[in-house]
C-alpha cells in the first residue's frame, strides 16, 4: 500500500510564501515523476509543476518564477516552495506521485489535498 501525505497549507496574505511537502510512504521500489495540482472552486484541476526523478521541472505559466518545486528522492518527498503568492492562488493543492512498488507497475498515486487560501 502505497500513500501521499500533504502538508504545509494554510492560510496566507497576499505576497507571502508558504512551503507544502508531499511524503511517499508505504511499499514503494522507486519513484518517477511527481508533481503538483491545484484545483479552485468551480474550476477544473490543473498542473502546477513537476519534477523527474532527475531533477528536471516543468512550471504552468501562471506560476513560473513564484513557485519552485524540489525532491529529496532519499526522503521520498516533494516540495512545493510558493512565494510572492496572488489571491488566485487560491485552491486545494494535490500531490501526485508516478510509483512502482514491489513486484508491481508503475502507478499515479494522489494525495488527499491541502487548502491554500490567499486573503488580499
Known amino acids: 500500500q502505497v500513500q501521499l501525505v500533504e502538508s504545509g497549507g494554510g492560510l496566507v496574505q497576499a505576497g507571502g510564501s508558504l512551503r507544502l511537502s508531499c511524503a511517499a510512504s508505504?511499499?514503494?521500489?522507486?519513484?518517477?515523476?511527481m508533481g503538483w495540482h491545484r484545483q479552485a472552486p468551480g474550476k477544473q484541476r490543473e498542473l502546477v509543476a513537476d519534477i523527474t526523478s532527475s531533477g528536471s521541472t516543468n512550471y504552468a505559466d501562471s506560476v513560473k518564477g513564484r513557485f519552485t518545486i524540489s525532491r529529496d528522492n532519499a526522503k521520498n518527498t516533494v516540495y512545493l516552495d510558493m512565494n510572492s503568492l496572488k489571491t488566485e492562488d487560491t485552491a486545494v493543492y494535490y500531490c501526485?506521485?508516478?510509483?512502482?512498488?514491489?513486484?508491481?507497475?508503475?502507478?499515479?498515486?494522489w494525495g488527499q489535498g491541502t487548502q491554500v487560501t490567499v486573503s488580499s
Open positions: 501526485n506521485a508516478n510509483i512502482r512498488s514491489f513486484g508491481r507497475f508503475y502507478t499515479d498515486y
Open positions: 508505504g511499499s514503494i521500489f522507486s519513484i518517477n515523476g
